[in-house]
């Protein structure tokens, strides 16, 4: 804050937007135990940090934003000696003879306390007690970390006093095509989507069970590979109307309504193509179970949907300047929900509710994190011990700071206390396998 000021800046909303997600998204590892969403939620804080110290309001401001205060880390620390030297301290002729005096005392008492410590048993005794223990394996981490976040906060400070401004960037308008050059392929692009929405509407009204029993057909199949297919298609109309925007007819009143006529129609199909990837990818976890691969591209898929919806207003509405933005704060406030949730526990309860009516992959949910363990502890018997163990030699074998512990460790800590599981040596596993 002090070298914003120094550089004559001052917070904005959007800054205290973004810092507020950053905040949020900084507290993920406090509720959960799982290192991927924890490590999205981190370099996404990051990210929107350095997008708060930079600003941005264009699409080269909030794209270089998150990025740019890696290049201020190299010349923070520099900048900060430099600055420290600039400085006048007034009682620095009374400060420095004092330091001085107190590390030649520092090293006097170390060297002859050590060489009477080592010549009577009794002042070796009085001296440890006096002296404070360090863990030497614990002090090297802490140092690197010290590090890491004493470059970090510089690197900040250095991109408050002089952020780089990338929206300045020279970004030149496409082309203007003519009407007919530019609606036709769009034209073409919404008919093909329009077919491929009332072929879904005829399927989901006439009932899915009825198509999926047509012979030769694997339902699972059927969804699985539709739902990866559908994602490509949403990621890829969004490539097409980034250059539809880029490259559209805008001379006349008439042009504009034309490409917005077109380009909004094209997003509210895809809507309807994102909403049947997502009803494919269920009728798959129905079959098969929720699994973080699973879970993750459906995250994906309702974002992408969100992109769409954000582009299909800012389209209708005119307000492509706040696009950008809204964009990149969707995708953060996904990643931060993505955490929170804690994705292993959904995993965790989905496919303990289906155990009870069909079967259960306990390999796969034995290598899930702390966050499982309350779905995992209702599991039974043999299950429950295999599903566990892993998560219980865990916690067993950690000797972390309350600082460091999140809620979802603290709560499986406390089920395992109450109902401890065996560790025999992967016998339950074997026995589960088994059957």
């Known amino acids: 804050a002090s070298a914003a000021r120094a550089g004559g800046r001052r917070a904005r909303p959007w800054t205290v937007l973004w810092v507020l997600v950053a905040l949020v998204l900084a507290a993920v590892p406090a509720f959960t135990d799982a290192g991927w969403p924890t490590f999205l939620a981190l370099t996404a804080a990051l990210g929107v940090a350095s997008l708060a110290l930079h600003g941005g309001t ?200 034309l490409s917005k006529s077109l380009i909004g129609l094209l997003c509210a199909l895809t809507l309807v193509v994102v909403a049947s990837a997502y009803y494919r990818m269920q009728r798959y976890v129905e079959t098969f179970g929720l699994t973080r691969l699973r879970i993750s591209v459906t995250a994906v898929e309702v974002w992408l949907g969100v992109v769409l919806l954000l582009v299909l207003v800012g389209v209708l509405l005119g307000a492509r300047r706040c696009l950008p933005r809204a964009v990149v704060l969707s995708a953060v406030v996904g990643v931060a929900v993505f955490g929170l949730i804690r994705p292993d526990a959904l995993i965790a309860e989905q496919n303990v509710a289906r155990s009870e009516h069909g079967t259960i992959d306990v390999d796969y949910l034995r290598d899930l994190s702390a966050d499982a363990a309350p779905a995992l502890d209702r599991l039974t018997g043999d299950r429950r011990t295999c599903a566990l163990q892993r998560i219980s030699a865990s916690l067993a074998g950690s000797d972390r700071s309350w600082y460091v512990t999140s809620l979802a460790e603290a709560r499986a800590a406390e089920i395992l206390r109450d109902r401890p599981v065996l560790m025999d040596r992967g016998e339950a596993c074997a026995r589960v396998r088994g059957h």
Do not use: C
């Open 58 to 257: 264009r699409w080269a401001g909030v794209l270089l934003g998150p990025l740019g205060i890696w290049s201020h880390f190299p010349r923070s620390l520099p900048w900060a000696v430099g600055a420290l030297r600039g400085q006048s301290y007034p009682a620095r002729a009374k400060v420095l003879p004092v330091l001085k005096a107190v590390l030649v005392a520092a090293v006097l008492l170390g060297v002859f306390g050590a060489l009477f410590a080592s010549a009577d048993a009794a002042v070796a005794d009085l001296l440890d007690g006096l002296t404070p223990s360090t863990d030497l394996g614990k002090l090297t981490p802490r140092i690197v970390l010290f590090v890491i976040g004493l470059v970090v906060a510089l690197g900040a400070a250095h991109t408050a006093a002089a952020p780089r401004r990338w929206d300045r960037l020279p970004v030149k308008p496409g082309r203007e095509r003519g009407r007919t050059e530019w609606a036709v392929p769009m034209v073409a692009l919404n008919l093909l989507f329009g077919a491929f929405v009332a072929i879904q509407a005829v399927v989901f009204f006439g009932g899915y069970e009825a198509v999926m029993s047509k012979p030769g057909l694997i339902p699972a199949e059927y969804a699985r590979q539709g739902f990866w297919q559908l994602l490509w298609v949403t990621v890829l109309t969004l490539v097409v109307v980034a250059l539809a925007q880029h490259w559209a007819p805008r001379s006349t009143p008439a042009d504009r309504l």
